[in-house]
């Protein structure tokens, strides 16, 4: 069998594609496994009964058929029966419209339930929302008041060895102080004791000098 090509409705089905996505974005098929559930149609459908338009046709019906054709054929027209079956089908209709309003009272309290159910749903959600929204402050509120107990207890460290460093700068510049004090008094104090050793040598050479004067005059005299 010859190959024709693509065919010309399936091309341009492609092509009108192509264009639309183009325009609006790529259509992604989503897999049906994938897809979300669809929207539930096994809801409650009341019935109000037969249209009135329906149900006045019908009863003209049966009364044309009766009347025309019942007695063309047999020549004769019972009233009474045509009307008793105008009456059965009215009643059947009232029927059927009663039932349509218990039907409806019924979807009416159903449907009340349901809203009931919804907002008792809904309040013990916002009830849950606004527990875990006071226990999450709570916690925040115990954390900052952890973190600052924390940073107090921290600064009070930080001054305390502060304190700490200054007094013992304090006290090791008073022991240099002193140290550097007694060193200078140390210094004085020798200083002092090879100036009164010099002197001393000095009193003491010159004593032996005037007492060799004094023994070369008394030897100079005899």
Do not use: C
């Amino acid at each position: 069998m010859p190959n024709f090509g693509i065919d010309h409705d399936i091309k341009n089905v492609m092509t009108e594609t192509a264009l639309a996505e183009k325009k609006i974005g790529k259509w992604n098929v989503v897999p049906k496994k994938e897809r979300p559930d669809p929207h539930p149609v096994d809801y409650f459908v009341p019935s109000f009964g037969p249209d009135p338009e329906m149900q006045d046709a019908k009863e003209n019906e049966e009364l044309a058929r009766v009347q025309v054709w019942e007695e063309r054929l047999s020549g004769k027209s019972d009233g009474a029966v045509v009307q008793k079956k105008i009456e059965e089908q009215r009643a059947e209709a009232k029927k059927a419209e009663a039932e349509a309003a218990a039907a409806l009272a019924k979807a009416d309290a159903l449907e009340a339930q349901a809203k009931e159910a919804e907002d008792a749903v809904k309040k013990q959600k916002l009830q849950e929302e606004i527990k875990r929204a006071i226990i999450e402050k709570e916690a925040e509120e115990k954390v900052k008041e952890e973190n600052k107990a924390r940073d107090a207890e921290e600064l009070k460290a930080k001054i305390e060895e502060s304190e700490a460093k200054k007094a013992e700068d304090v006290k090791k510049a008073e022991e240099d102080a002193l140290a550097s004090k007694a060193k200078q008094q140390k210094m004085l104090a020798e200083q002092q004791a090879e100036s009164d050793k010099l002197a001393l040598a000095a009193a003491k050479a010159k004593a032996e000098a005037d007492a060799k004067i004094l023994a070369d005059a008394v030897a100079a005299e005899e």
